[in-house]
């Protein structure tokens, strides 16, 4: 296997499956599912041979990859790489951590996981959760409160890959870029993937998935949260909404609670900066500052 997209969740990466997926030179697992993952429950319980059954048969020439969001958060997940497909490369779709810890709050509220509508009242109970069992709590994807705090995380998270498998081996694209730049830095994607970059994906148009705020909408979602049909349903509906314009504005936070969420992610922000300056200047899939781009926003 050539690659493998390690999340974040909320990052963007249902875009760059589709992207990726379109490329002729790319072979991709015909469905997404984060569940089938090098490491997890299914992994460990059917084998190695079982999991590259679900990757597919690929052409011959084509860069095989695999994508799941939990590939960072799961700690089993490096260990399970560095000894199956030592030679692979790791990308990772990262993003401001308070916005994408409201927008997985948000991902929680619509599906069940969650019950605050008011955001500031559902992720000061996350930060409770956080603080009350430490981060050193076992990966456990039901602690849902929990998660949406510590999938943030993310220097602490690539670096379990880079001492694994080094720091040529990982590269870093920003959710940001993605959505102000997405054609440029899928062409960045694309060349570190060693496939022709001018290639134009018919999924380019997609857009990252966004949240719809309308109210109405999340409260239909909660009444039917594990209905499979009417979820697909609600994923339309949000993103017409979307687009329409209607509940885009995404609700602010309280200024104690922007702080406090800050002071949370401080350090990770500081070590992610100084791991991004290790890796390789073209490890870095962003048309701008290799810096992640909300370091100068929080400043």
């Known amino acids: 296997m050539d690659f493998i997209v390690v999340g974040a969740q909320k990052c963007a990466t249902s875009w760059l499956y589709y992207c990726l997926r379109d490329h002729p030179e790319i072979h991709l697992p015909s469905n997404k599912r984060e569940d089938v993952y090098l490491g997890s429950d299914l992994h460990r319980k059917y084998g190695t041979d079982w999991y590259f059954n679900q990757i597919g048969e690929p052409n011959d020439g084509v860069r095989v990859g695999d994508i799941s969001v939990d590939y960072l958060f799961d700690p089993r997940s490096p260990k399970a790489i560095s000894e199956?497909?030592?030679d692979t490369r790791i990308i990772a779709s990262l993003r401001d951590p308070i916005d994408r810890a409201v927008s997985a709050y948000y991902w929680n509220l619509r599906r069940g996981y969650v019950s605050e509508l008011d955001v500031d009242k559902g992720l000061s109970r996350a930060i409770g959760e956080?603080?009350?069992?430490?981060?050193?709590?076992s990966y456990d994807p039901n602690s849902h409160y929990f998660n949406i705090i510590a999938r943030g995380l993310y220097a602490k998270q690539l670096e379990r890959y880079v001492d694994r498998i080094g720091t040529r081996s990982v590269y870093l694209l920003y959710y940001e870029d993605v959505k102000e730049r997405p054609k440029q830095t899928l062409r960045q994607a694309f060349r570190a993937?060693?496939?022709d970059p001018d290639f134009e994906p018919s999924s380019l148009s997609r857009r990252p998935k966004q949240n719809s705020y309308f109210r109405p909408l999340l409260r239909l979602e909660r009444r039917l949260p594990n209905?499979?049909?009417?979820g697909k349903m609600t994923d339309v509906a949000n993103q017409v909404l979307c687009m329409?314009?209607?509940g885009r504005e995404k609700p602010s936070l309280s200024s104690n609670l922007e702080a406090e969420l800050y002071s949370l992610y401080e350090s990770q922000d500081t070590r992610l900066t100084e791991l991004s300056k290790h890796l390789p200047r073209s490890n870095v899939l962003t048309?701008?500052?290799?810096?992640p781009p909300w370091i100068e926003v929080h400043a």
């Open 193 to 195: 993937l060693r496939v």
């Open 227 to 230: 209905n499979s049909l009417f």
């Open 244 to 246: 329409l314009g209607m």
């Open 84 to 86: 199956e497909i030592p």
């Open 287 to 291: 048309p701008g500052t290799p810096t």
């Open 130 to 137: 956080w603080e009350r069992r430490g981060p050193e709590q």
